[in-house]
């Protein structure tokens, strides 16, 4: 968490293997498991908002750390990226506070 009490989410995307986890798994799962997340930061951070009586956001932090550029990222995981911020905008737009690359 931040100083200031807002929740943070770290995302490793250097030691994460998207090509695995799609073959893995449907797209349903794993856009459900990102809605997941999302919904559980949302509830943390309206938790938080409530008790302190002062706006809490979710703080997303993308360690990028041994990411090839070059390489890319798998197109199927791409895709449930875009699905999974398209709803987010939607279903949690209090969520869209900073990412921190």
Do not use: W
Request: hydrophobic share 35%; charged share 30%.
């Amino acid at each position: 968490e931040t100083k200031s009490g807002n929740p943070v989410y770290c995302i490793r995307a250097g030691i994460s293997n998207p090509s695995a986890m799609m073959d893995a798994h449907t797209k349903d799962e794993v856009l459900t498991f990102m809605m997941y997340r999302k919904e559980i930061g949302f509830l943390i951070a309206d938790e938080r908002t409530r008790r302190t009586r002062k706006l809490h956001k979710l703080v997303t932090v993308n360690d990028l750390n041994h990411v090839s550029l070059m390489a890319g990222t798998d197109k199927r995981f791409q895709k449930v990226l875009g699905e999974s911020s398209k709803m987010s905008e939607t279903l949690y737009p209090q969520l869209l506070d900073r990412a921190v690359l």
